[in-house]
């Protein structure tokens, strides 16, 4: 049933070409053409004809065997194109998982790095980062995405966003290093007076008041004790 | 406390707990006639007002202008209460008390108006009006919103953009100006907390940096090391200070005044807020209120007060585990000759029954020193301010 007859290729092979000078030139005054559509339906018809007349000969056990024949084949063919879908999907799916086993790398390294932000050494290096997420996303975008292509889509964004906060957050701990001010820096930087102004009501407003036993024991006691340690 | 409990008691029986509370709700808030009247029920002191009488303040202490004051201020910096002292010529300590939590609305001149009317403070900051204080607890609760907090876990709050321009306005309202310049102020700071990794260098600046701008002579002194202070003068300044607070709880072991061991652990009255409300699904200054109602721990009474005990039971043990493995690891641990007193201060210690739940759990684990007795401060909210201020004094002339 496999046997295939290509017509157009015979009649490549058993035709020869001849100038038309050459043909004037034996005596031939007309040609008659046939072009290759022609030749192709005159072969169909003739075909069709064949096997038309056949069947109404065949008899049952040949009709049986053609229809056999005939399922098998197109069972044949189907499993073919599953197995081919299958095998696409698998591929697919292989690359759904890869790239989400990237992105929740990239989120464990983006939280790490979060996490070790004030450290001046950060573990998180932002430029092989950027290329796992370039590469991740140029592999997908090569690949076939008619199938999964929403799922692709949505893991794609997914890195983008990733790859975009880790540009961020790694930019300033790896092109500087902050160091935590000391106390004294601070004290100096937060007893500057305020830059404006804030409309406020508080002066108006009595805060709430309580009195409290006192605490002249404490303090005697307390001096008591400075004046013996002295 | 008094005015905020009863105001949070009547709101929560009318309104019960609301349920399926979005966490992050930022619903605008819109300042109308019911929300005037629930604040105005309160009271709040005005003063200089020419539109209304004044309103009879609360507690209101003696006049401190009037008052000869002695050199030296305490500062009490709490996650959840910003507590001032100083001490006038009677001997008598005078306090000043303010919610460390604001909340935003918007800004408009009714309600600039109606809010000064009512006593009740605010900043301007960034085109939103902010509430600052016990009122925007109340305000929370009436639109069923959180208050924002310039502090968290015991330290300035690194989410709190507008935290700092209102602090140093709390700071100001709440110490005045300094009767000299370079007057000492002792402020409460944190002990290094050993369940958490904080620094706390940069929070004790912020607010060194905000007294030095006042004119005063900032001086960090460490939370259980001034409930020492305050409370354990009749032991020679010997034994166990707890600030139980709303961040933290932070442990001295003091003899003779000196610190031998400081430390804290980053649970305290929040977490017990943060919890109760995710369990009864409500919101989180909700669930202040309710445990700031009145409940006894020892007798606890239906579902949200049990719950309260739960997590109150959970977080005191919690401390007193860690206190204990601190105590057992430390090489600097003194060995005291006779038993000693544990002192628990702070607002999440005045709690109803805390001193019995405290009692209960310490009895559960075998505690590595001999303790004579385990009490309340005689001021729990004031102690720390109280501690700073003997401190402070101590060092005057």
Redesign the interface.
């Known amino acids: 049933m496999s046997h295939t007859f290509d017509v157009p290729d015979a009649l490549k092979k058993r035709t020869s070409t001849v100038a038309i000078d050459e043909l004037a030139r034996r005596g031939h005054r007309t040609v008659n053409v046939l072009d290759k559509a022609a030749v192709l339906n005159l072969i169909d018809e003739a075909v069709q004809n064949v096997v038309e007349e056949r069947l109404s000969e065949i008899n049952e056990e040949d009709r049986d065997r053609i229809r056999d024949e005939a399922r098998s084949e197109f069972t044949r063919l189907v499993k073919a194109r599953k197995s081919e879908q299958e095998k696409q999907q698998e591929k697919y799916e292989k690359r759904i998982h890869t790239l989400r086993e990237q992105a929740v790398d990239l989120q464990e390294k983006l939280q790490e790095a979060q996490h070790h932000s004030s450290e001046p050494s950060s573990n998180l290096d932002s430029d092989q980062l950027r290329s796992v997420v370039k590469e991740a996303l140029e592999d997908a975008r090569t690949e076939p995405t008619s199938a999964t292509g929403d799922q692709i889509e949505g893991i794609q964004k997914s890195i983008d966003a990733l790859a975009s906060k880790v540009a961020k957050g790694s930019g300033g701990s790896s092109s500087q290093v902050q160091e935590v001010p000391s106390e004294e820096a601070l004290v100096a930087i937060f007893s500057k007076p305020a830059e404006e102004e804030l409309e406020n009501n508080l002066e108006q407003i009595e805060v709430k008041n309580a009195k409290a036993g006192g605490i002249a024991a404490n303090l005697a006691k307390l001096r008591g004790l400075q004046k013996e340690t002295e | 406390m008094g005015?905020y409990a009863d105001y949070a008691r009547d709101n929560f029986d009318s309104n019960g707990p609301a349920a399926n509370v979005d966490k992050d709700q930022k619903k605008e808030v819109v300042f109308g006639v019911e929300e005037a009247n629930a604040l105005n029920a309160v009271n709040?002191?005005?003063?200089?007002?020419t539109d209304v009488p004044a309103t009879t303040?609360?507690?209101?202490?003696?006049d401190s202008s009037n008052a000869a004051v002695a050199q030296g201020r305490g500062l009490d910096v709490g996650t959840a209460n910003l507590v001032s002292?100083f001490?006038d010529s009677t001997?008598?300590?005078?306090?000043?008390?303010?919610r460390n939590a604001f909340i935003d609305i918007d800004c408009d001149d009714y309600t600039?108006n109606m809010?000064?009317r009512l006593?009740?403070?605010?900043?301007?900051?960034n085109n939103r009006m902010v509430v600052?204080?016990?009122p925007a607890f109340e305000l929370a609760n009436i639109f069923n919103r959180n208050t924002r907090r310039p502090m968290k876990d015991g330290m300035i709050s690194p989410d709190e953009t507008d935290a700092?321009?209102i602090e140093?306005?709390?700071l100001?309202?709440?110490l005045g100006q300094p009767k000299q310049q370079g007057e000492n102020c002792y402020f409460s700071v944190p002990a290094e907390p050993i369940d958490a990794e904080m620094?706390v260098?940069?929070h004790?600046?912020?607010?060194?940096?905000?007294?030095?701008?006042l004119g005063y002579d900032?001086k960090p002194l460490v939370e259980g090391h001034a409930v020492v202070?305050?409370e354990l003068?009749e032991d020679?300044?010997t034994g166990i200070g707890i600030s139980c607070g709303g961040g933290m709880f932070n442990v001295c072991v003091s003899y003779?005044?000196i610190p031998a061991l400081s430390f804290s652990t980053t649970r305290g009255g929040d977490w017990i807020d943060r919890n109760v409300a995710h369990v009864l699904g409500i919101s989180s200054s909700r669930a202040c209120g309710l445990k700031e109602k009145g409940i006894d721990l020892a007798n606890p009474q239906g579902r949200e007060e049990e719950a309260v005990e739960i997590y109150y039971r959970n977080l005191i043990s919690y401390t007193l585990k860690n206190i204990k493995e601190r105590f057992e690891s430390s090489s600097s641990m003194p060995s005291f000759p006779e038993p000693v007193s544990i002192v628990c201060a702070g607002g999440t210690s005045m709690i109803g029954g805390f001193t019995e739940v405290f009692q209960q759990e310490f009895e559960k684990i075998q505690f590595p020193l001999d303790i004579k007795e385990i009490r309340l401060a005689?001021?729990p909210l004031?102690s720390v301010s109280?501690g700073c201020?003997?401190a402070a004094?101590?060092e005057s002339v």
């Open positions: 005015d709040y002191p005005v003063k200089d007002s303040p609360v507690n209101t202490a003696s002292s001490q001997g008598n300590v005078n306090l000043k008390i303010q600039r809010l000064t006593g009740v403070q605010y900043v301007v900051v600052v204080g016990d700092l321009p140093r306005m709390l100001e309202t709440l620094n260098v940069y004790q600046g912020v607010f060194g940096g905000l007294l030095k701008g900032p202070f305050s003068a020679d300044f003779k005044s005689e001021d004031y109280k201020l003997v004094l101590s």
